[in-house]
């Protein structure tokens, strides 16, 4: 399981370094109208990064859907139940005290 949370770790950093290296028509963070390591050409290298992007955003996706199964199927509870319950009854019985 931590091998697992570790890769999700390295997807999700990857995928926002993905991200920022695509240019925009602003020329935001993106790689400019040069080449990508100088042998592609520049739509090249975009279609190349718009290809790792989705393909990185694909498995993050599956990673999070293996991730949560995996951590439901070893209890009986759902979220909520697993949560602290807060007793009511032993909040109201210590009613606080109201200096004056």
Do not use: C, H, W, Y
């Not at 602003?26 to 042998?39: K, Y």
């Not at 955003?57 to 602290?84: C, H, Q, R, Y």
């Amino acid at each position: 399981m931590t091998t697992l949370i570790v890769i999700q770790l390295i997807l999700a950093i990857a995928l926002v370094i993905l991200v920022l290296l695509q240019g925009s028509d602003n020329e935001g963070l993106g790689l400019g109208g040069g080449t990508f390591g100088g042998m592609m050409s520049a739509r090249g290298s975009a279609n190349l990064l718009s290809r790792l992007t989705a393909i990185t955003a694909t498995l993050f996706m599956v990673m999070s859907i293996v991730l949560t199964i995996m951590a439901s199927v070893g209890s009986d509870k759902n979220v909520l139940e697993s949560l602290p319950s807060i007793n009511n009854e032993d909040s109201n019985s210590e009613e606080p005290s109201i200096p004056e």
